[in-house]
Every structure is written in C-alpha cells, then in structure tokens.
Antibody
C-alpha cells in the first residue's frame, strides 16, 4: 500500500525545537519532490516547505524561513522537518505530502507550542 | 504571493443537488490549479489536477474547469459522503498557496 506516516510531533515550549519525520512505504521518495503542509486547529491548509528529488532545490514559506529546515534521506525513504525557534502560532497538524502535484498525504503529526 | 479566494466558506446543500465551488486566483496561473477534499479527521485527498483532469479513483461526479484566474469544481448529483471541506491549490508559483476552503454540509 502506498502511504506516508509522520511522527515526531508533541508538546514543546515556545523557543523549543522538534524534528518531524515522514516515512514512505509502497513507493520510492527519490522519484518525487516532497512537501510539508500544516493545518492549525479548525483552520485551512498552509504550505510550509518543499524539497526536490535529491535535496538540491529547497523552498520555504516566509514565516518559517530561517527557523525550519527540510531534508530527506532517500536511502531510508524518509523526509524530515527540523523546527527551531517554535512559536505559539506554529501549533498545527503537520502533513507530509508527495510530489509537486501533492497527490498523497500522510495522516499528520500534531505539534503544540505552549508554555 | 498568489491569493486563492473560494466563492464561499460554507454551503448547505441537499443530496442529488448539483454543487459548484469557484476559486479565483489573484493573478493568472494557467492550469496549475488542483482541488482537494478533506473529510473531518482525515487528510486531504486529491480530486482534480491541472484544473480539469480527474485524479485516479475519483468518482465521475467530480469535475473541474477553468484556466487563468477563474476555476470551478462541480459535483454532480451530490451524495451524503461528499460532506467535506474542499480546497483549491495552486502550484504555478512559490509560495504554493491554498484557498481558504469551502465546507459542504449535506442537509
């Protein structure tokens, strides 16, 4: 079965860090661009970052630039998001999503930033 | 940034009704517009890619049209299982953006 599974979310204090992971199964991520998209509780979808097949082309939304780092380990079929300097407004369900078409999403991992 | 504005935040509709949701882009995006369905407590699912191409496995009652700045998602003969929030999404330019979402309530 083709799927994505995120992990690494949790409760963190403002200013803290988390590292999210997304493991793919049923397909090889090295063939695809990969994305992170987030959704605050009760709100809409917001794109966070994307990375090309071999990690050489990376883009971020302005509000995470300089705080978040996207990376990938194609050998482990895994996507990452290192999040530093977390703020309350980063609280959201974080989805990883496959492809420049964003045609497959994981179930998400919840990040809560609160003191 | 390209802003996508959907025609309504909420629509209450009856089964078998034909539903239309529109998405307007703040500048031309060609056909790089896609539609997603998100049911409560689920991840989004791709319905329509590149404005009018049905994604694999999507029921034929879902159709998309448009180009440039104006796009439409049409659901023919609405079914109870179509209760969800629908989002448009552009991949023409960075940053990638989504519409605010349209929640469909089935009466």
């Amino acid at each position: 079965e083709v799927q994505l599974e995120e992990s690494g979310g949790g409760l963190v204090q403002p200013g803290g860090s988390l590292r999210l992971s997304c493991v793919a199964s049923g397909f090889t991520i090295s063939n695809y661009w990969m994305n992170w998209v987030r959704q605050a509780p009760g709100k809409g979808l917001v794109w966070v970052s994307r990375i090309d097949n071999d990690g050489k082309s990376i883009s971020y939304a302005d509000y995470v630039e300089g705080r978040f780092t996207i990376s990938r380990d194609n050998a482990k079929n895994t996507l990452f998001l290192q999040m530093n300097g977390l703020r309350a407004d980063d609280t959201a369900l974080y989805f990883c999503a496959k492809g420049d078409l964003v045609d497959l999403w994981g179930r998400g991992t919840l990040v809560t930033v609160s003191s | 940034e390209i802003v996508l504005t959907q025609s309504a935040d909420f629509q209450s509709v009856t089964p078998k009704e034909k539903v239309t949701i529109t998405c307007r882009a703040s500048q031309s995006i060609g056909s790089s517009l896609h539609w997603y369905q998100q049911k409560p407590d689920q991840s989004p699912k791709l319905l329509i890619k590149f404005a009018s191409q049905s994604f694999s496995g999507v029921p034929s009652r879902f159709n998309g049209s448009g180009s440039g700045t104006d796009f439409t998602l049409t659901i023919n003969s609405l079914e109870a299982e179509d209760a969800a929030t629908y989002y448009c999404h552009q991949t023409s330019r960075l940053p990638l953006t989504f519409g605010q979402g349209t929640r469909l309530e089935i009466k």
